[in-house]
């Protein structure tokens, strides 16, 4: 849920004097993370949703609000291998949102809390003028030293990504469309509204010691990537035709005449995990993990279709 | 900056049924506690700011908002006791305030999180339709099994406050009302925007072994005093001529014809520290604490003004 986002953190952490003490990450990772003297580092994000620019409050259920608001932030932690501990929901509700919007949204994000043994340990609750706005702060944890940072990245390393892609972007635009809901548009829909945080995964990665730098896919790979790339100090080269793609985006772009890769490549919100490892990492972890492409010296992306390079833009990929 | 707060977390917090593993402490306190392996707890806290409900763009400058946003949170972890180590903010901005408004929040926050030595681990910033939308949550740390609890009071317990009351109810009054700006009012008016968290004196207070319950007085003590006799079983009774009241205070309410004591008691704000401790506690604090009241039995709060018992409504004590 990071649509909306400008760089405002990023340039005023420079301004902020207070050096970090020893093991600590701050700002420009999934999560923080907090060294503690045993076995364990803890982990911390926060991600706020906003009516109007994350959701429309007639087009989203008050319980996938809840669902997704609390999804996005686990996947924060799966995304540096940690395992999800406890929330902390701050909510503002204007007075037409304080009864059943408020009930329903709260059954949304409980389902998903209970279903991935989540406590919610604490909040806010307030009044709005006229926008419900929604904060989430998780905590997890992992074992000690074996977070996975953007920064890891090494020339050589292969790039992978833990499932299909494009499935929420294609689910959002049928909505806003309002193209007819079949059982597959159906799918989709829900792959917007109720992404899966992939814990299981990044813990498996986290522990694997092949795995060098991952993140969760919020941006899309095609921005999301860049950040890795820049952490890392190194180039990327992906490979367009190896994007996995369900039947159901397939099958729904070609009835409309979308392009499923752009869609996989830049529409984003599919909390599938990018994970740079080693050529050999998917034969040693007990998840699906698909090959994308490899990281390369100097700083630019490099996208290939066929084996010829193609250019990406906001209208998608072009050949050159 | 609890003001337009409703009952909703605290409604559902019973509907989770995750369990807390031990050591944890939830929902119910100033803040969460999560237990380590080392000779620390964590502590967490959670406050979201609105526009609208909390603040209004043109009378509170952006400095004082981003400075507040920050106190009300650092105060949360002097009312467990503890140290702040950082926070975490999330702010949600109309296009209107992305340039020059943003910045100077940034400023105002800046200086109290130094000023405490507070780090700045990580946020989100997004967009909003119209009002501005900001959370801070906090984590903070204290020695392990030493942070105070709401509920710890008991019976005979003497009740003190860390400081004068009222001076952020009349301050806002001050505001709200229009009135002249003398140095004294000017000064009533910084205790509304920028507290004094207590964390020196809470932390002294934690270690001190005397101490048995603590929170900050974000409602006012007759709504906050409620909270710790809820939550340990008792009742207490406050002598309202004891209430530490400023000179600028008394001066401004003689002149304007209001009720110090109503505003001490109730305005809310003040970010003092309220503490239930033993009789002789003071003598082995080397800060400020002013006795208030003792706990008694039952559930009820009693209020005295000169030996007299008064009742407290709405509209201010009134003798019987």
Redesign the interface.
């Given at each position: 849920m990071?649509k909306?986002?400008?760089?405002?953190?990023d340039r005023?952490?420079t301004?902020?004097?207070?050096?970090?003490a020893e093991g600590?990450v701050?700002?420009g990772d999934d999560?923080?993370i907090?060294p503690?003297?045993?076995?364990?580092d803890?982990l911390?994000?926060?991600?706020?949703v906003?009516?109007?620019?994350?959701f429309l409050r007639h087009d989203a259920t008050p319980e996938d609000v809840g669902y997704k608001s609390a999804a996005v932030n686990i996947s924060d932690i799966a995304a540096m291998g940690g395992e999800p501990?406890?929330t902390?929901?701050?909510?503002?509700?204007p007075k037409d949102a304080?009864g059943e919007w408020?009930e329903r949204f709260?059954e949304g994000y409980?389902t998903i809390?209970?279903r991935y043994?989540?406590?919610?340990?604490?909040?806010?609750?307030?009044?709005?003028?006229?926008?419900i706005?929604i904060?989430v702060?998780i905590?997890g944890r992992c074992k000690r030293g074996t977070a996975l940072l953007r920064s890891g990245a090494r020339v050589g390393d292969t790039i992978y990504v833990t499932g299909p892609l494009g499935n929420s972007g294609a689910g959002l635009r049928a909505i806003l469309e309002g193209i007819e809901r079949t059982v597959e548009v159906e799918r989709l829909i829900q792959s917007h509204y109720r992404p899966t945080p992939r814990i299981a995964e990044g813990q498996q990665l986290g522990l694997s010691g092949r795995a060098h730098a991952m993140m969760d896919i919020s941006d899309g790979i095609a921005s999301d990537l860049g950040h890795i790339c820049k952490a890392s100090g190194v180039g990327a080269q992906i490979e367009l035709d190896k994007l996995p793609l369900s039947t159901e985006l397939q099958t729904l772009c070609a009835q409309q005449g979308w392009s499923a890769t752009s869609l996989a490549a830049s529409a984003g919100e599919d909390y599938e995990l990018l994970v740079v490892g080693t050529p050999d990492l998917a034969q040693h972890i007990d998840c699906p993990l698909y090959p994308i492409g490899r990281i390369t010296e100097g700083t630019s992306i490099e996208w290939l279709s066929e084996g010829r390079k193609v250019e990406f833009s906001q209208k998608g990929f072009t050949h050159f």
């Open positions: 990071s909306g986002e400008f760089d405002f953190i005023i952490r301004a902020f004097a207070t050096p970090l600590f701050g700002i999560c923080a907090l503690t003297e045993g076995d364990h803890w911390i994000s926060t991600d706020m906003i009516e109007g620019v994350h501990v406890a902390f929901l701050s909510i503002a509700l304080q408020a709260i409980r809390s209970e043994g989540v406590a919610l340990l604490g909040g806010d609750t307030t009044s709005s003028v006229r926008d706005a904060n702060a905590v």
